[in-house]
């Protein structure tokens, strides 16, 4: 009875021998079935993604034909776009001249309007005096007008000079507007054509009547409080006739 419990122990205790198990396959064997499993996995992957098409029904050549056609087509409505937008770009120019030029002709119409007008005066002035048979003795101003002319700080004057009385000569002498301005609190006089500008700026010379206009630019920051119009006599500069108006 002991000796088997022994022989038990020694088989199947603590102290019993190690078991070894060892393969049936040499080491080369056991590789080159490795290498054939997965030369098949390969080939059966790349059957399968060879023929994904015919297992899913994707065909290859209509998505390439579908492709091109597509990048054909975009390539012609990009080709669109570039024309459409040059054909906007030159529509956009196209209506800025016109814009522009029925700006140019509006303020041209608004001028001629305002220069009809101003001969109307003239004109019915004119025939005033010729009516009467007589004008004022002496250089007279009629139609005396001062106005902004659009450009900032930009003015037109104009007026129509005359000489009644006995007209044994031509008058010669020159128009002066003497403008007063307002600068930071204080008011000073600005004449006008400047000096600068020479003898020939604003002269004038007639028997019966002569149309005056010119224009006159003030300093950034300058207002107009009111003005002055001199007339000249020459030679010697003594003024025969001036003429002042006061603006609120």
């Not at 030029?101 to 007008?117: F, I, Y």
């Not at 006995?166 to 609190?185: M, T």
């Amino acid at each position: 009875m002991r000796s088997l419990t022994r022989r038990l122990r020694s088989n199947f205790g603590i102290r019993s021998s190690r078991m070894q198990i060892r393969s049936q396959l040499a080491w080369h064997w056991r590789w080159l079935l490795n290498g054939l499993a997965l030369v098949v996995v390969a080939a059966l992957v790349w059957w399968l993604v060879e023929n994904s098409h015919r297992i899913t029904g994707f065909n290859r050549e209509e998505a390439r034909q579908q492709i091109a056609t597509l990048t054909e087509e975009n390539a012609r409505l990009k080709r669109e776009i570039e024309t459409a937008r040059t054909g906007a770009l030159g529509q956009e120019r196209q209506v800025a001249i016109e814009r522009a030029a029925q700006m140019e002709l509006a303020r041209n119409v608004t001028q001629l309007q305002d220069e009809n007008a101003a001969l109307k005066e003239d004109l019915t002035f004119l025939r005033n005096v010729m009516s009467t048979g007589a004008a004022p003795a002496g250089i007279g101003i009629a139609n005396l007008k001062v106005e902004p002319d659009g450009a900032p700080n930009v003015f037109r004057y104009r007026m129509l000079l005359t000489q009644g009385g006995q007209r044994k000569q031509d008058f010669k002498g020159k128009v002066q507007v003497v403008a007063r301005v307002q600068r930071q609190g204080v008011v000073d006089n600005l004449v006008f054509p400047e000096a600068s500008a020479g003898d020939a700026a604003g002269a004038v010379e007639f028997r019966f009547y002569q149309k005056v206009e010119g224009r006159f630019r003030l300093p950034e920051g300058a207002a107009l409080k009111g003005y002055e119009v001199r007339v000249l006599a020459n030679p010697g500069g003594q003024v025969k006739l001036s003429r002042s108006v006061t603006l609120p």
